[in-house]
């Protein structure tokens, strides 16, 4: 999900006459994320963004640590005796979510070291909500959080 003033941007471009390609290029979008929000309206975007401002997310089966890596979304609190760490790209957004998540890392997932903030096996459940269809290689960042997920037997 892209927040508002990228929604905006992105239909700036195309009022100027920009290519879905060239708003790629200018912004630096992953080509599917520009195409779905290149056509949306601002009333169906508006809608969009309630439908997934307010969803749920389930977390009862885990119950130690949970890494939610958000581009832009607003972030609801989760059961107290859950971890909960978030990686925002947006600087303003990631002040909003430290106020509600144990911890924030400000920064690309697909720049950052995760090594340098948690050991191997660390998390129960690694949750991308609206964020792999964004990412340039969302496979390249998809192998390196496996390992930090904890691999119990069952």
């Known amino acids: 999900m892209v927040n508002k003033i990228m929604y905006q941007k992105i239909q700036h471009f195309k009022r100027k ?28 975007y508006s809608r969009y963004i309630e439908k997934v401002r307010y969803r749920t997310k389930i977390s009862e089966p885990y119950q130690s640590h949970i890494l939610e890596v958000y581009k832009v979304n607003d972030f609801q609190k989760l059961e107290k005796n859950v971890e909960v760490v978030g990686v925002e790209t947006d600087k303003q957004m990631a002040k909003v979510a430290k106020e509600k998540i144990n911890k924030v890392i400000v920064g690309n997932i697909e720049r950052i070291n995760l090594t340098d903030c948690f050991t191997p096996n660390y998390f129960d459940c690694i949750i991308f909500a609206d964020v792999l269809e964004h990412l340039k290689d969302p496979w390249t960042v998809l192998k390196g959080t496996t390992n930090f997920l904890l691999i119990a037997d069952l």
Do not use: P, Q, W
């Open 17 to 44: 006459g920009f290519t879905k390609a060239d708003i790629v290029r200018e912004t630096g979008l992953n080509k599917r994320t520009v195409c779905k929000y290149y056509s949306m309206s601002e009333k169906e």
